[in-house]
């Protein structure tokens, strides 16, 4: 499975960007998909998830991201709105094939190169 992530770039606080992830390969629709993110300095650290039909996100984007997939174009998105400087960070998109956990990268074993995701205040 290869997944390519597109959609960063900078915007101001307050803004909106929407990331995309294309998954090529696999069984996309059987696939936990999620979003992660690292700061510079930082850990990786959960986003948000969607498997079947539920999505769980952390509690820091938590009403202002929202992660969706198309199954039928093998892709998953992630609608940010209200954007903060905190939420600075190379997003990478993620697919696991087996067992899994709705707030950890913990199961996931395919990874996005990660786009850039930039927020001035």
């Known amino acids: 499975v290869q997944l390519q992530a597109s959609g960063g770039g900078l915007v101001q606080a307050g803004g909106s960007l929407g990331l995309s992830c294309a998954a090529s390969?696999?069984?996309?629709?059987?696939?936990?998909m999620g979003w992660f993110r690292q700061a510079p300095g930082k850990e990786r650290e959960f986003v948000a998830t969607i498997t079947g039909g539920s999505t769980y996100y952390a509690d820091s984007v938590k009403g202002r991201f929202t992660i969706s997939r198309d199954n039928a174009k093998n892709t998953v998105y992630l609608q940010m709105n209200s954007l903060k400087p905190e939420d600075t960070a190379v997003y990478y998109c993620?697919?696991?094939?087996?067992?899994?956990?709705?707030?950890?990268?913990?199961?996931?074993?395919?990874w996005g190169q990660g786009t850039q995701v930039t927020v001035s205040s």
């Open positions: 390969g696999g069984t996309f629709s059987s696939y936990r």
């Open positions: 993620a697919a696991a094939s087996g067992p899994s956990y709705n707030r950890s990268s913990v199961g996931y074993n395919y």
